[in-house]
């Protein structure tokens, strides 16, 4: 089986500041592992994953994953946070092979504060 | 872009009351998921299916059933609603081809049960 922990059900940082939302999976195998944001009322868009290769992951709004295989983690982070990053993170992880679904955490609150 | 459409934003329902959600993905996809979204809970996978009339259980399909009559459309119905499935549900389609691992979700429908 596979599972997702988001250790922190509310993350706060001040504006300018950088910011870490904790993420760490259990898979039988190599992952494949995601982001997702949600803002109010919204569905989830998709911020960025790791599928292979270089463990620093880039993705949309300037936010970045770092993939650590040997703690099973793989956190977000970004270097100066702005008010407007405000909203629930979803970490995910699937299998890389063959077709798995996705399983999602329980999701962290950021809020920050200008 | 992948579009992933959901029939309604919002809804009211009665118990007993017979409910039916609509997805529509207008990417020729061969993939849909429907998940409930609950607070402390995360995302949960209540059915997917990978073609035209092909269906499978996901984690929490007590109380759900599906219809996937043509491709780009996915149905989840509550055979009769009870308040324990007031919940947001989400849509998700992955992309064909290369990035096929990564869902994009709709807009979310929040149902109500009274």
């Known amino acids: 089986a596979q599972s997702v922990a988001q250790p922190e059900d509310q993350v706060n940082v001040a504006e300018g500041n950088p910011l870490t939302v904790k993420c760490t999976y259990s898979v039988s195998g190599n992952p494949y592992l995601f982001w997702y944001v949600q803002y109010p009322n919204r569905g989830l868009q998709f911020l960025l994953k790791y599928i292979t290769g270089d463990n620093l992951v880039k993705g949309s709004y300037g936010f970045e994953a770092e993939f650590n295989k040997s703690q099973t983690s793989f956190h977000l982070k970004k270097p100066s946070a702005l008010v407007s990053d405000s909203a629930l993170y979803f970490c995910?992880?699937?299998?890389?092979?063959?077709?798995?679904?996705?399983?999602f955490g329980k999701g962290t609150m950021l809020l920050v504060s200008p | 872009d992948v579009k992933v459409t959901q029939s309604s934003r919002y809804l009211v329902k009665r118990t007993g009351e017979k409910v039916f959600l609509e997805c529509v993905q207008d990417m020729d996809h061969e993939n849909m998921f429907w998940y409930r979204q609950d607070p402390g809970l995360g995302l949960r996978l209540i059915y997917f299916?990978?073609?035209?009339?092909?269906?499978e259980k996901g984690d929490i399909p007590e109380g759900y059933s599906v219809s996937r009559e043509k491709k780009e459309r996915f149905s989840l119905i509550l055979e009769s609603a009870s308040t324990n499935q007031t919940s947001m549900y989400l849509c998700a389609s992955p992309h064909s081809g290369q990035g096929r691992e990564t869902q994009y979700f709709g807009p979310g429908t929040r149902l109500l049960v009274l």
């Open positions: 995910a992880v699937r299998l890389n092979s063959g077709y798995s679904t996705l399983t």
């Open positions: 299916s990978y073609d035209v009339k092909m269906k």
